[in-house]
T-cell receptor, first 113, second 115 residues
Framework: GDSVTQMEGPVTLSEEAFLTINCTYT??????LFWYVQYPGEGLQLLLK?????DKGSNKGFEATYRKETTSFHLEKGSVQVSDSAVYFC????????????FGKGTHLIIQP | EAGVTQSPTHLIKTRGQQATLRCSPI?????VYWYQQALGLGLQFLLW???????NRGNFPPRFSGRQFPNYSSELNVNALELEDSALYLC??????????????FGPGTRLTVT
Protein backbone atom coordinates (compact mmCIF):
# COMPACT_ATOMS: atom_id res chain seq x y z
CA GLY A 1 0.00 0.00 0.00
CA ASP A 2 0.85 3.66 -0.06
CA SER A 3 3.21 5.13 2.52
CA VAL A 4 4.84 8.43 3.49
CA THR A 5 8.17 8.75 5.27
CA GLN A 6 9.37 11.90 7.00
CA MET A 7 11.86 12.72 9.75
CA GLU A 8 10.13 12.70 13.12
CA GLY A 9 12.34 15.03 15.10
CA PRO A 10 12.06 16.98 17.19
CA VAL A 11 13.86 19.38 14.89
CA THR A 12 15.17 22.39 16.81
CA LEU A 13 16.25 25.54 14.97
CA SER A 14 17.02 29.11 15.85
CA GLU A 15 14.80 31.92 14.61
CA GLU A 16 15.63 33.02 11.04
CA ALA A 17 17.30 29.70 10.22
CA PHE A 18 16.62 27.82 6.98
CA LEU A 19 14.23 24.91 7.29
CA THR A 20 14.05 21.66 5.35
CA ILE A 21 11.80 18.78 6.33
CA ASN A 22 12.27 15.78 4.07
CA CYS A 23 9.32 13.76 2.81
CA THR A 24 9.37 10.77 0.49
CA TYR A 25 6.47 8.61 -0.58
CA THR A 26 5.51 5.36 -2.23
CA UNK A 27 2.26 5.19 -4.14
CA UNK A 28 0.55 2.83 -6.54
CA UNK A 29 -0.89 5.64 -8.65
CA UNK A 30 -0.21 9.31 -9.31
CA UNK A 31 -1.13 10.98 -6.03
CA UNK A 32 -1.75 14.53 -4.95
CA LEU A 33 0.68 15.65 -2.24
CA PHE A 34 0.06 17.85 0.79
CA TRP A 35 1.69 19.39 3.82
CA TYR A 36 -0.46 19.93 6.88
CA VAL A 37 0.46 21.73 10.12
CA GLN A 38 -0.88 21.01 13.59
CA TYR A 39 -0.49 23.56 16.36
CA PRO A 40 -0.77 22.37 19.98
CA GLY A 41 -4.30 21.36 20.90
CA GLU A 42 -5.68 22.00 17.43
CA GLY A 43 -6.70 20.10 14.32
CA LEU A 44 -4.75 20.01 11.09
CA GLN A 45 -4.45 22.99 8.78
CA LEU A 46 -3.68 22.58 5.10
CA LEU A 47 -0.38 24.37 4.48
CA LEU A 48 0.22 23.69 0.80
CA LYS A 49 -0.45 21.18 -1.97
CA UNK A 50 0.77 19.97 -5.37
CA UNK A 51 -1.10 17.77 -7.79
CA UNK A 52 1.37 16.90 -10.54
CA UNK A 53 5.06 16.50 -11.21
CA UNK A 54 7.15 19.70 -10.90
CA ASP A 55 4.27 21.62 -9.32
CA LYS A 56 5.43 23.92 -6.53
CA GLY A 57 3.05 24.52 -3.65
CA SER A 58 3.63 27.60 -1.50
CA ASN A 59 2.01 29.38 1.41
CA LYS A 60 3.16 31.63 4.28
CA GLY A 61 6.78 31.45 3.10
CA PHE A 62 6.78 27.64 2.96
CA GLU A 63 7.42 25.84 -0.33
CA ALA A 64 7.50 22.25 -1.58
CA THR A 65 8.04 20.85 -5.08
CA TYR A 66 6.48 17.60 -6.35
CA ARG A 67 9.45 15.52 -7.53
CA LYS A 68 8.13 12.41 -9.27
CA GLU A 69 11.57 11.09 -10.22
CA THR A 70 12.69 11.00 -6.59
CA THR A 71 9.18 10.50 -5.11
CA SER A 72 9.78 13.41 -2.78
CA PHE A 73 7.97 16.51 -1.53
CA HIS A 74 10.39 18.28 0.81
CA LEU A 75 9.14 21.27 2.80
CA GLU A 76 11.36 24.39 2.92
CA LYS A 77 11.26 27.85 4.42
CA GLY A 78 13.95 30.46 4.12
CA SER A 79 13.63 32.08 7.56
CA VAL A 80 11.63 30.44 10.32
CA GLN A 81 9.89 32.23 13.16
CA VAL A 82 8.99 31.14 16.69
CA SER A 83 5.36 31.04 15.57
CA ASP A 84 6.24 28.25 13.09
CA SER A 85 6.74 25.85 16.01
CA ALA A 86 4.26 23.02 15.38
CA VAL A 87 4.01 19.47 14.05
CA TYR A 88 4.18 19.17 10.26
CA PHE A 89 2.63 16.25 8.38
CA CYS A 90 3.36 15.20 4.83
CA UNK A 91 0.42 13.39 3.19
CA UNK A 92 -0.77 11.96 -0.10
CA UNK A 93 -4.10 11.14 -1.66
CA UNK A 94 -4.60 8.78 -4.55
CA UNK A 95 -6.97 9.84 -7.32
CA UNK A 96 -10.53 9.29 -6.13
CA UNK A 97 -9.67 9.78 -2.47
CA UNK A 98 -11.12 6.40 -1.50
CA UNK A 99 -8.46 5.59 1.07
CA UNK A 100 -8.39 9.04 2.58
CA UNK A 101 -5.09 10.74 3.18
CA UNK A 102 -2.00 8.68 3.95
CA PHE A 103 0.12 10.59 6.45
CA GLY A 104 3.71 10.52 7.54
CA LYS A 105 4.30 10.29 11.28
CA GLY A 106 4.79 14.04 11.61
CA THR A 107 7.82 16.22 12.32
CA HIS A 108 7.84 18.21 15.53
CA LEU A 109 9.50 21.57 14.80
CA ILE A 110 10.75 23.76 17.64
CA ILE A 111 11.98 27.27 16.87
CA GLN A 112 14.01 28.99 19.58
CA PRO A 113 14.25 32.79 19.79
CA GLU B 1 -16.92 30.86 5.39
CA ALA B 2 -17.36 28.53 8.37
CA GLY B 3 -14.87 25.72 8.68
CA VAL B 4 -15.40 22.13 9.73
CA THR B 5 -16.91 21.90 13.18
CA GLN B 6 -16.86 18.98 15.59
CA SER B 7 -18.60 18.24 18.86
CA PRO B 8 -18.03 17.62 21.63
CA THR B 9 -14.53 18.96 22.20
CA HIS B 10 -13.86 16.41 24.91
CA LEU B 11 -15.61 13.17 25.78
CA ILE B 12 -14.90 10.90 28.72
CA LYS B 13 -16.37 7.40 28.70
CA THR B 14 -15.97 4.17 30.58
CA ARG B 15 -14.77 0.96 28.97
CA GLY B 16 -17.68 -0.89 27.37
CA GLN B 17 -19.78 2.23 26.79
CA GLN B 18 -20.64 3.81 23.45
CA ALA B 19 -19.36 7.16 22.17
CA THR B 20 -20.96 9.39 19.54
CA LEU B 21 -18.95 12.10 17.82
CA ARG B 22 -20.38 14.67 15.42
CA CYS B 23 -19.02 16.62 12.47
CA SER B 24 -20.37 19.38 10.22
CA PRO B 25 -18.51 19.87 6.92
CA ILE B 26 -17.73 23.05 5.06
CA UNK B 27 -20.70 24.27 3.05
CA UNK B 28 -20.61 22.74 -0.43
CA UNK B 29 -18.52 19.75 0.62
CA UNK B 30 -20.21 16.39 0.28
CA UNK B 31 -17.40 14.11 1.45
CA VAL B 32 -16.59 13.53 5.11
CA TYR B 33 -13.59 11.58 6.35
CA TRP B 34 -12.86 10.39 9.89
CA TYR B 35 -9.36 9.82 11.25
CA GLN B 36 -7.97 8.56 14.54
CA GLN B 37 -4.85 10.21 15.98
CA ALA B 38 -3.65 8.00 18.77
CA LEU B 39 -0.44 8.52 20.68
CA GLY B 40 2.37 6.69 18.99
CA LEU B 41 0.22 5.51 16.08
CA GLY B 42 -0.02 8.66 14.00
CA LEU B 43 -3.02 9.59 11.89
CA GLN B 44 -5.04 6.66 10.60
CA PHE B 45 -7.93 6.73 8.14
CA LEU B 46 -11.15 5.41 9.66
CA LEU B 47 -14.14 6.03 7.38
CA TRP B 48 -15.21 7.93 4.27
CA UNK B 49 -18.75 9.09 3.57
CA UNK B 50 -20.00 10.76 0.43
CA UNK B 51 -23.58 11.60 -0.57
CA UNK B 52 -24.93 9.76 2.43
CA UNK B 53 -23.15 6.48 1.77
CA UNK B 54 -20.16 4.82 3.41
CA UNK B 55 -17.66 4.64 0.55
CA ASN B 56 -14.68 3.07 2.28
CA ARG B 57 -13.28 2.21 5.67
CA GLY B 58 -9.79 1.77 7.04
CA ASN B 59 -8.40 -1.12 9.01
CA PHE B 60 -10.68 -0.76 12.04
CA PRO B 61 -13.14 -3.23 13.59
CA PRO B 62 -16.89 -3.02 12.89
CA ARG B 63 -17.57 -1.43 16.29
CA PHE B 64 -16.39 1.77 14.61
CA SER B 65 -19.31 2.90 12.49
CA GLY B 66 -21.13 6.01 11.47
CA ARG B 67 -23.44 7.68 9.08
CA GLN B 68 -23.88 10.77 6.98
CA PHE B 69 -27.07 12.78 7.06
CA PRO B 70 -28.87 14.50 4.13
CA ASN B 71 -27.22 17.82 5.10
CA TYR B 72 -23.82 16.06 4.79
CA SER B 73 -23.05 16.25 8.50
CA SER B 74 -21.75 13.02 9.94
CA GLU B 75 -21.69 10.99 13.10
CA LEU B 76 -19.04 8.53 14.26
CA ASN B 77 -20.11 5.85 16.71
CA VAL B 78 -17.69 3.74 18.67
CA ASN B 79 -19.30 0.81 20.46
CA ALA B 80 -17.92 -1.35 23.26
CA LEU B 81 -15.19 1.18 24.04
CA GLU B 82 -11.73 -0.11 24.85
CA LEU B 83 -8.93 1.73 26.61
CA GLU B 84 -6.93 1.88 23.37
CA ASP B 85 -9.73 3.85 21.71
CA SER B 86 -8.52 6.88 23.65
CA ALA B 87 -7.38 9.31 20.95
CA LEU B 88 -8.08 12.53 19.12
CA TYR B 89 -10.72 11.89 16.44
CA LEU B 90 -10.47 14.24 13.50
CA CYS B 91 -13.13 14.88 10.90
CA UNK B 92 -12.28 16.34 7.50
CA UNK B 93 -14.41 17.43 4.58
CA UNK B 94 -13.72 17.79 0.88
CA UNK B 95 -15.46 18.37 -2.42
CA UNK B 96 -17.03 15.37 -4.12
CA UNK B 97 -14.55 13.02 -5.82
CA UNK B 98 -13.45 14.47 -9.13
CA UNK B 99 -14.43 18.02 -8.21
CA UNK B 100 -11.21 19.08 -6.57
CA UNK B 101 -7.67 18.05 -5.90
CA UNK B 102 -8.61 15.82 -2.96
CA UNK B 103 -7.47 18.32 -0.37
CA UNK B 104 -9.24 17.85 2.92
CA UNK B 105 -10.08 20.46 5.52
CA PHE B 106 -9.99 19.39 9.13
CA GLY B 107 -12.01 20.23 12.19
CA PRO B 108 -10.47 20.82 15.62
CA GLY B 109 -11.12 17.24 16.74
CA THR B 110 -12.83 15.44 19.60
CA ARG B 111 -10.59 14.17 22.38
CA LEU B 112 -12.01 10.82 23.53
CA THR B 113 -10.75 9.44 26.81
CA VAL B 114 -11.76 5.92 27.85
CA THR B 115 -11.26 5.03 31.51
Amino acid sequence: GDSVTQMEGPVTLSEEAFLTINCTYTATGYPSLFWYVQYPGEGLQLLLKATKADDKGSNKGFEATYRKETTSFHLEKGSVQVSDSAVYFCALSEIGGADGLTFGKGTHLIIQP
Amino acid sequence: EAGVTQSPTHLIKTRGQQATLRCSPISGHTSVYWYQQALGLGLQFLLWYDEGEERNRGNFPPRFSGRQFPNYSSELNVNALELEDSALYLCASSLAPGQGNYEQYFGPGTRLTVT
